[in-house]
């Protein structure tokens, strides 16, 4: 088994946790190495390491060597732990959605920093436009997937782990500004959220890692 060390603050974001659990899932035994970014020397320090070639988070390291990027991460892990399909136009489909997460991601994150009133405004923007937008176009790809419930294939795979933490961080209250009902139009990605929650390895995982998350 390769020697696998994953590089992460210890908070359920989905950048490290669709690796993490892909991990845990699949029964692949690794390192989960708590970093801080508490403070701007932490995150130098952390570049400093060599654990970190382009001074983000998450990295993992497989056997010394490090991999960066939060697609190519969840890709390695998606595939030890058996959450990356084998079959290419399905691979390539997953492939889409966790960049598609990632865009998402980009979207929300312009809007930290802003100024009260600007701040207001782009995130009503995100809520009526950017991300109906999005969730949209997803909920399309679960519709032409069939009644499997997944977005890509019939078992769960990385893409399914990703939107999950994805969509609890937009409808978990944490965005002032983005309505907690913003999901709720897309019954498909909904009912996948909250099954993928439902998930009784993934609850008991949550309950004993992040005992205090939302609360």
Known sequence: MPNIKLYYP???FWRAEVARLSL???N???ENVKVSFRAPEDKAAFKASGKSPFGQAPTLEVDGKIIA?????ARYCGK???FYPKDDVEAAMVDMIIDTATDITMAIGK???MKDEEKAAARAHLSTETLPMYFGALEK???????TGYYVGNSMTIADLAMWRLLGWVVGGALDGVPKEVLDPFTQMKANFENTGNHEKIKAYMAEKYPNFGK
């Not at 990027?69 to 991460?73: E, M, N, R």
């Not at 790809?141 to 009644?147: F, Q």
């Open 80 to 82: 030890q732990g058996g």
């Open 28 to 30: 692949v035994p690794f």
């Open 10 to 12: 210890e908070f359920p």
């Open 69 to 73: 990027q939060t697609g190519a991460i």
């Open 141 to 147: 790809i679960m519709t032409e997937n069939g009644s």
């Open 24 to 26: 845990h899932l699949g």
């Open 111 to 113: 809007t930290f920093g």
